[in-house]
């Protein structure tokens, strides 16, 4: 069992709907991601929290919107998705950002196919 | 910049032959650097990392990995493969602001 979990597991939404991706984790840490995974490409990270405070959004299309109302709480709001963005999506979450050396926690992430 | 580079997008081996998958990366400082597992249908999960004390470093499973400097290498080594460790491996280093590089991943087939 993992101390970071992702609901829902599977997701499939067409072009014009409104969904959200949820992600919690137990391990009292301070930071939290969201990763795209895709086939044949290396993890992109989206967006970083720290602290509940975005700190980092690599240039991913307004159709992907975070919240992170505290510091355990970590949603993906998706709307207006195209297919290209049918991936599987990880949470993860790290005990400091200010720390090159520490460990990052995945959940087991949610697979997103956009019809 | 930073770069990660795994050789192989795939690598089999036999049941209880060597593992050795390949990592090669660039960094303009120290580097700290990981190996995570990834199993089918799953998250990623830490396998071992580099923090700059000993060069080699034992993960969990049975796996190990040696930072070598001179040649800007942080490879995977198992001695003797198992069907449970069948999965896709990445290795990745971290940037002087937070983010991790990762490698495109190698997925580890074994043969029974």
């Known amino acids: 069992e993992t101390g970071v979990t992702q609901t829902p597991r599977h997701l499939v939404m067409g072009m014009t709907n409104k969904k959200s991706l949820k992600c919690e984790q137990h391990?009292?840490?301070?930071?939290m991601y969201w990763y795209k995974q895709s086939a044949k490409k290396p993890l992109e990270l989206m967006f970083v929290?720290?602290?509940?405070?975005?700190?980092e959004n690599n240039s991913v299309p307004s159709r992907f919107s975070p919240e992170c109302p505290n510091s355990s709480h970590l949603f993906l709001h998706l709307h207006t998705l195209q297919p290209e963005d049918s991936a599987l999506y990880l949470c993860?979450?790290?005990?400091?950002?200010?720390?090159?050396?520490?460990?990052?926690?995945f959940g087991e992430g949610s697979w997103l196919t956009v019809v | 910049a930073q770069s990660v580079t795994q050789l192989g997008s795939h690598v089999s081996v036999s049941e209880g032959a060597l593992v050795l998958l390949r990592c090669n990366y660039s960094?303009?400082?120290?580097?700290?650097l990981f190996w995570y597992v990834q199993y089918p249908n799953q998250g990623l999960q830490l396998l071992l990392k580099?923090?700059?004390?000993a060069t080699l470093v034992k993960g969990i499973n049975g796996f190990e990995a040696e930072f070598k400097k001179s040649e800007t290498s942080f490879h995977l080594t198992k001695p003797s493969a198992h069907m449970s460790d069948a999965a896709e491996y990445f290795c990745?280093?971290?940037?002087?602001?937070?983010?991790?590089?990762w490698g495109a991943g190698t997925k580890l087939i074994i043969k029974p």
């Open positions: 993860a979450s790290s005990q400091d950002l200010r720390d090159p050396g520490n460990t990052i926690y």
């Open positions: 391990l009292g840490h301070n930071a």
């Open positions: 929290y720290s602290l509940e405070e975005r700190v």
């Open positions: 960094s303009s400082v120290p580097p700290y």
């Open positions: 580099y923090t700059s004390a």
């Open positions: 990745a280093v971290s940037s002087f602001n937070y983010q991790l590089i």
